[in-house]
């Protein structure tokens, strides 16, 4: 599935994540690997903590950020599509 800004994803359940200072590390058990998010992914990990969609993902990292929209609109989408890749995150239907 191609993603959109109409496109819904979540957290994936199995995972162990903490908090240290802006960022925010992550270990699959089911994988054993170690993933690590900066500030602005650190937001974004909290904004999916329920099912969200990426509009209004985008539209929060946009004031929370002072960034340029279509920068944000094309990194926010890399990140996401790095979460799902990596099974990080899930789409929602």
């Given at each position: 599935m191609s993603l959109t800004l109409s496109t819904r994803i979540v957290r994936s359940p199995d995972l162990?994540?903490?908090t240290l200072e802006q960022h925010t590390i992550m270990m699959s058990i089911e994988a054993g690997r170690y993933f690590s998010l900066n500030s602005s992914?650190?937001?974004v990990w909290h904004l999916i903590e329920q099912p969200a969609v990426l509009a209004d993902i985008v539209s929060t990292l946009e004031r929370e950020f002072d960034v340029e929209p279509e920068r944000c609109h094309a990194e926010t989408m890399r990140l996401v599509?790095?979460?799902?890749?990596n099974d990080l995150a899930r789409i929602v239907e």
């Open positions: 162990v994540h903490t992914g650190s937001r599509e790095s979460l799902l890749a």
